[in-house]
């Protein structure tokens, strides 16, 4: 079992930026494909709104399309870490942020059905 701690969150006004992080808590992150999901204000039955994903080696990353050239995800063996660096945030980025483990897929996939194991979320406010 995996268990996902996340922070980093907070309140910021239009055009900051937030770094969120995720550790494991027991194991590490090297067997898994990571990814970033959000809830958005705007469509609170919709949980699991990917954000971001990186592959198990690294190498590879996935974005959704209203973050792409803003976030950037990154994770750090070493340091058994995942981050989403948020640059240029919008009103519309407001939600709670999930961290997610995939033990099924080793490419950034989008779709949370991968993702077997997630984190509690952390809240992300951007005021205009």
């Known amino acids: 079992q995996v268990q996902l701690i996340e922070s980093g969150g907070g309140s910021v006004q239009t055009g900051a930026s937030l770094t969120l992080s995720c550790e494991p808590s027991?194991?590490?992150?090297?067997?898994?494909?990571l990814g970033w999901f959000r809830q958005t204000p705007g469509n609170p039955v919709k949980e699991h709104q990917f954000?971001?994903?990186?592959?198990?080696?690294?190498?590879?990353?996935n974005y959704v399309d209203s973050v792409k050239g803003r976030f950037i995800i990154s994770r750090d063996g070493a340091k058994n870490t995942l981050w989403l660096h948020m640059n240029y945030l919008e009103p519309e980025d407001t939600g709670i942020y999930y961290c997610?483990?995939?033990?099924?897929?080793?490419?950034?996939?989008?779709?949370?059905?991968?993702?077997?194991?997630w984190g509690q979320g952390t809240q992300v406010t951007v005021s205009s």
């Open positions: 997610a483990a995939s033990s099924r897929t080793r490419y950034p996939s989008n779709y949370y059905g991968n993702y077997n194991y």
């Open positions: 027991g194991r590490t992150f090297e067997s898994y494909t």
């Open positions: 954000v971001a994903a990186i592959g198990r080696s690294g190498d590879t990353t």
